[in-house]
């Protein structure tokens, strides 16, 4: 029979019948606490795969770790049985206290997922004195588990963004819910086949790609392609950052041929691709003296203001004051500058879109920063797995549950 302290303990794990403690031991050189469960003789259970109460048929030792007591490492032990179901045969019994497979407590678990959502793995291993593989074994499991409860029923509106797990390494794609914020899927590559296997995504969850109308992304023919087959409803919004990229590229090009006759042009790049109200107070004077001078670059950076005005324009005039713009960029016998202004006409109709659809990629640039401030924290992962389990963490939005004797599958 049990103790007073034993049932206190019961009482704490939260076990019901017919579990209780039997036996706890501490190990003072292990720095070890040792709770040993088990089921009265005699005791019956429920079949797992059909409900039946059946008597046990045979046990096997197991151990699971669970929180620590104070400095000690603790453990529960226990005879898990199985049973033998007159329907179903020989099946393991779920125990209450954790999920079949893992070698951790539920309690335990919930400790890991709290942890992984502020630390590096590395860290969340050291933490509980742990392998990082075991870690990550737990998160890819309620990552996994909890994405197959989203729904994504409703959503129309699409970001499509790819981000590196090392720089100049192994690109993934972003898949974003433009309206939520939320990453709604990731798949390794860039190249057109990410978007058929998000939109196969996309539908397992619920979503209909009929439905989507809205997909802001950047020029890549990849994405275009991938859109154009896989969402078929869907207007494409480039994203503003990347066509303003493509005219600031157009400045910069200006400059440096124009600085080889122009010495004062050396080191004043970013003052013509940064905003005036963000430069200092020493860079506008610097900017304010070279305008004054009958520059190339000053010429170019007026028709890079210029068309940064395009997305404040209301969409009845939008399209109007683009063609204003493209007819002066183009006549502007600035080189770079037209051969951007050409770009912009061969994706008119995407630039034009965003006066109607007002999308932009802002939010996947946030999303963005904040994977790589903990790709950087990791000092990068291990494999492209981690790195994309780690995105559904950081960026997912997802509902963790502690899972249920109830939720669990059969094993
Ligand atoms: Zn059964």
Same mark, same amino acid.
């Given at each position: 029979m049990s103790s007073p302290i034993d049932n206190l303990f019961s009482r704490a794990l939260g076990l019901e019948e017919p579990w209780e403690v039997t036996r706890i031991e501490f190990s003072e050189p292990d720095q070890e606490i040792n709770i040993h469960l088990d089921s009265p003789r005699g005791s019956r259970f429920k079949c797992p795969n059909c409900g039946n109460d059946v008597p046990a048929y045979d046990t096997k030792e197991k151990r699971w770790r669970h929180m620590n007591f104070f400095q000690h490492k603790a453990y529960l032990h226990c005879p898990a049985p199985r049973a033998n179901c007159p329907d179903c045969g020989i099946k393991s019994i779920k125990l209450p206290w954790t999920r079949s497979g893992s070698g951790f407590t539920l309690l335990f678990e919930a400790f890991i997922m709290a942890l992984a959502r502020e630390m590096p793995v590395k860290a969340v291993a050291r933490t509980v004195n742990e392998h990082d593989t075991r870690i990550w074994r737990v998160i890819q499991h309620y990552v996994t588990e909890a994405r197959k409860q989203e729904d994504y029923y409703g959503i129309d509106k699409i970001g499509i963004d790819e981000t590196s797990r #090392?720089?100049?390494?192994k690109y993934v794609t972003l898949f974003v819910d433009l309206d939520r914020s939320k990453v709604l899927f990731v798949t390794e590559g860039k190249d057109s086949g990410t978007v058929g296997r998000f939109s196969n995504d996309f539908h397992d969850h619920g979503g209909d790609t009929y439905y989507v109308r809205e997909v802001c992304c950047d020029m890549s023919p990849a994405f275009i392609a991938g859109v154009e087959q896989c969402l078929p409803n869907a207007h494409i919004t480039f994203d503003r950052f990347h066509v303003m990229k493509i005219i600031g590229d157009a400045v910069d090009k200006v400059r440096r041929e124009e600085q080889r006759e122009c010495k004062e042009l050396k080191r004043s790049r970013f003052i013509w691709l940064k905003n005036p109200e963000n430069l200092l107070v020493k860079q506008s004077i610097q900017l304010e003296q070279l305008s004054q001078r009958n520059l190339k670059t000053a010429r170019a950076y007026q028709i890079r203001l210029n068309l940064r005005d395009f997305w404040d324009q209301p969409l009845a005039t939008a399209e109007d004051y683009l063609n204003r713009w493209y007819f002066w960029a183009t006549h502007s016998r600035l080189e770079p500058i037209k051969q951007a202004a050409y770009t912009i006409k061969r994706y008119w109709d995407g630039i034009v879109n965003f006066t109607k659809? #007002?999308?932009?990629n802002g939010i996947l640039e946030g999303i963005n920063s904040s994977v790589q401030a903990a790709r950087n924290k990791a000092r990068g992962y291990r494999s492209v797995k981690y790195f994309i389990t780690m995105i559904y963490l950081i960026a997912g939005k997802l509902n963790f549950s502690l899972p249920t004797q109830n939720s669990e599958e059969p094993n």
């Amino acid at each position: 029979m049990s103790s007073p302290i034993d049932n206190l303990f019961s009482r704490a794990l939260g076990l019901e019948e017919p579990w209780e403690v039997t036996r706890i031991e501490f190990s003072e050189p292990d720095q070890e606490i040792n709770i040993h469960l088990d089921s009265p003789r005699g005791s019956r259970f429920k079949c797992p795969n059909c409900g039946n109460d059946v008597p046990a048929y045979d046990t096997k030792e197991k151990r699971w770790r669970h929180m620590n007591f104070f400095q000690h490492k603790a453990y529960l032990h226990c005879p898990a049985p199985r049973a033998n179901c007159p329907d179903c045969g020989i099946k393991s019994i779920k125990l209450p206290w954790t999920r079949s497979g893992s070698g951790f407590t539920l309690l335990f678990e919930a400790f890991i997922m709290a942890l992984a959502r502020e630390m590096p793995v590395k860290a969340v291993a050291r933490t509980v004195n742990e392998h990082d593989t075991r870690i990550w074994r737990v998160i890819q499991h309620y990552v996994t588990e909890a994405r197959k409860q989203e729904d994504y029923y409703g959503i129309d509106k699409i970001g499509i963004d790819e981000t590196s797990r #090392k720089r100049g390494h192994k690109y993934v794609t972003l898949f974003v819910d433009l309206d939520r914020s939320k990453v709604l899927f990731v798949t390794e590559g860039k190249d057109s086949g990410t978007v058929g296997r998000f939109s196969n995504d996309f539908h397992d969850h619920g979503g209909d790609t009929y439905y989507v109308r809205e997909v802001c992304c950047d020029m890549s023919p990849a994405f275009i392609a991938g859109v154009e087959q896989c969402l078929p409803n869907a207007h494409i919004t480039f994203d503003r950052f990347h066509v303003m990229k493509i005219i600031g590229d157009a400045v910069d090009k200006v400059r440096r041929e124009e600085q080889r006759e122009c010495k004062e042009l050396k080191r004043s790049r970013f003052i013509w691709l940064k905003n005036p109200e963000n430069l200092l107070v020493k860079q506008s004077i610097q900017l304010e003296q070279l305008s004054q001078r009958n520059l190339k670059t000053a010429r170019a950076y007026q028709i890079r203001l210029n068309l940064r005005d395009f997305w404040d324009q209301p969409l009845a005039t939008a399209e109007d004051y683009l063609n204003r713009w493209y007819f002066w960029a183009t006549h502007s016998r600035l080189e770079p500058i037209k051969q951007a202004a050409y770009t912009i006409k061969r994706y008119w109709d995407g630039i034009v879109n965003f006066t109607k659809s #007002k999308i932009t990629n802002g939010i996947l640039e946030g999303i963005n920063s904040s994977v790589q401030a903990a790709r950087n924290k990791a000092r990068g992962y291990r494999s492209v797995k981690y790195f994309i389990t780690m995105i559904y963490l950081i960026a997912g939005k997802l509902n963790f549950s502690l899972p249920t004797q109830n939720s669990e599958e059969p094993n």
